[in-house]
């Protein structure tokens, strides 16, 4: 079955780094656009980050710009975000999100928390 599940959350202080995983499985990973979301508390999600299907283009929010970067693998079936100078505003669930918009395809992972705080 579909499975996308992110990894690598936690706690950080300000101005820290953290590398978000998410490793997908069931669907030809290959030809899905990748995108990063996060909600934070009392708050609507929000997209941080998309990478077309062959890592070709990539689009962020402007709040994480030259901050964040988001890649991926196709052979290992993951994209990453990494993310850099962390600010207390980042904090939120980051959900990983793969579309294929040509079969109607979408798929959400569980989320993992970020925390930044000192």
């Known amino acids: 079955q579909v499975q996308l599940v992110e990894s690598g959350g936690g706690l950080v202080q300000p101005g820290g780094s953290l590398r978000l ?10 030809i899905y656009a990748m995108s990063w979301y996060r909600q ?11 990478i077309t299907s062959t890592g070709g283009m990539k689009n962020y929010v402007d709040s994480v710009k030259g901050r964040f970067t988001i890649f991926r693998d196709n052979a290992k079936n993951t994209v990453w975000l990494q993310m850099n100078s962390l600010k207390p505003e980042d904090t939120a669930v980051y959900y990983c999100r793969a579309q294929n918009q040509l079969w109607g395809r979408d798929y959400w992972g569980q989320g993992t928390q970020v925390a930044v705080s000192s």
């Open 40 to 50: 934070a508390p009392g708050k609507e999600r929000e997209l941080v980050a998309t």
């Open 21 to 30: 995983s998410c490793a997908a499985s069931g669907f030809t990973f290959s």
